[in-house]
């Protein structure tokens, strides 16, 4: 399946619903595809699946809204003990069908590959990469189970980047805690990417034979 990629810093954040997404005054980056033929669901074309994750796990560990279990199951996939909460206020979010997901921590490939594939293209989740090493801090914790809003956020340590797909998924928006936290995550896609056959492009290249 040929794939054209294009990794740069400028789109349009409101036709590409990565605003939501974006701490203000964050740098960030988009890469967006365009396979051939084009998916009929959208998404992550399923021969990029794997060099996106290997990129991502090359960089710290993930933390994300685990929607549903990874089919098959990811044994090196950490689940995130929820906060305690009160008989009635558990009674109360099940009436109500709010119940919001359990947290997971990815640390490998395998892991990172379970958060690309939680609903990429309906926007579902957006995922928090940490230093390596680091473990997920509270505060992060609470903003990952509460969070449709990402504006007033701050990128604090250990948080690298916020991770997440603009519009139907067809592609992956990073914002980063600084430059040199950017260009590390630029660098790691679009090296094992090209790798793996699919060199990104620059931003604002032509389309077609050069």
């Avoid at 997404?21 to 669901?41: I, K, M, N, Q, Y």
């Avoid at 990129?55 to 929820?82: K, N």
């Avoid at 690298?160 to 519009?167: F, K, M, S, Y």
């Amino acid at each position: 399946m040929p794939i054209r990629l294009v990794l740069g810093r400028s789109w349009n954040e409101e036709r590409e619903q990565t605003r939501r997404f974006h701490p203000a005054g964050t740098p960030a980056l988009r890469l967006a595809w365009s396979p051939d033929p084009w998916p009929v669901e959208g998404g992550i074309p399923g021969p990029l699946l794997a060099p996106l994750a290997r990129a991502l796990a090359a960089l710290g560990p993930l933390a994300f809204p685990l929607v549903w279990p990874p089919e098959p199951p990811v044994p090196t996939l950490e689940v995130v003990p929820g906060p305690p909460h009160s008989p009635f206020a558990r009674l109360a979010a099940r009436l109500a069908s709010r119940t919001a997901p359990p947290l997971a921590l990815a640390r490998d490939e395998a892991g990172v590959r379970a958060f690309l594939e939680q609903g990429w293209d309906t926007q579902s989740a957006a995922g928090l990469l940490l230093e390596p090493g680091a473990t997920v801090d509270e505060a992060s914790l609470a903003a990952l189970r509460d969070r449709a809003d990402w504006q007033d956020w701050r990128l604090r340590p250990p948080v690298v980047a916020l991770i997440a797909p603009p519009v139907d998924g067809c592609g992956l928006f990073a914002a980063a805690r600084d430059e040199a936290a950017l260009a590390r995550l630029a660098q790691s896609l679009a090296e094992t990417l090209a790798a793996a056959g699919f060199p990104p492009e620059p931003e604002g290249r032509p389309e077609g034979p050069p």
